[in-house]
């Protein structure tokens, strides 16, 4: 048990995936699990544990913002020994090849600051995924015949954004899509040498201001999660 995190000891598996939303990890959770049994909920921060064709998985939300994932990746790997951890979530488009319910992974993760920022001083950590989770998250995708893209993202420490010449560059130079945790998660991971990615699901887009309807969302999700499940036990 942590201050943030109530699973007793061994209720947490190695391989995690953290969706933002807690009620998305309960809900990727009864869907593709079997046997899950919520293991914490602390905070209502809501963590499941089951299996997914044999393997021991847990879902556990992160919460919005690197901060908060900052504090969870930080306690599932130091004081519970996860050693792969995915992040699930949505993303908005960047480049207009990116559709609505494509799927980006996240080969990098560009940002202007992170909570981890202060270990680096004058230094530009590039945070990068897992290259074996990667490439099994790609062959994945590709064998569900799902639109794909692979390459950078941008993680953003705030949600109502201000700076248009930042998006415009962001774009100019290939970023693919933003979201708001993965360079954290990335950084922790490499930090105690354990293995990270991020695969998201377009839910909007920054250039078209198209966004997914709220009635296609559990599909488009669920084709992340599986994913990600695949990747995890390739």
Avoid at 14 to 35: C, Q, S, V
Wanted: proline content about 3%.
């Amino acid at each position: 048990m942590t201050v943030h995190i109530g699973a007793k000891p061994g209720e947490i598996a190695e391989t995690i995936l953290m969706p933002g939303d807690p009620l998305r990890a309960k809900w990727a959770a009864e869907t593709f699990l079997t046997n899950a049994k919520c293991v914490n909920e602390v905070r209502g921060m809501l963590g499941f544990t089951g299996e997914y064709k044999g393997n021991r998985v847990t879902i556990h939300g992160s919460g919005m913002g690197m901060p908060s994932l900052s504090i969870y990746a930080n306690e599932l790997i130091r004081d519970y020994g996860a050693k792969n951890l995915i992040r699930i979530g949505s993303a908005g488009a960047m480049q207009e090849h990116v559709r609505i319910r494509d799927i980006v992974i996240a080969m990098t993760s560009s940002t202007l600051s992170t909570p981890s920022r202060g270990f680096f001083k004058e230094l530009s950590f590039a945070p990068c995924a897992d290259f074996g989770l990667l490439r099994a998250a790609v062959a994945s995708a590709e064998s569900r015949d799902i639109r794909t893209h692979v390459g950078g993202i941008y993680s953003s420490d705030v949600f109502y954004d201000e700076r248009p010449d930042l998006n415009e560059q962001m774009t100019r130079h290939g970023i693919l899509a933003v979201e708001m945790e993965a360079a954290e998660l990335y950084t922790v991971a490499a930090r105690y040498g354990c293995k990270a990615l991020a695969v998201l699901t377009i839910s909007d887009h920054l250039i078209t201001g198209d966004a997914l309807p709220s009635e296609d969302r559990e599909k488009s999700f669920g084709d992340m999660v599986e994913i990600a499940l695949e990747a995890a036990f390739d």
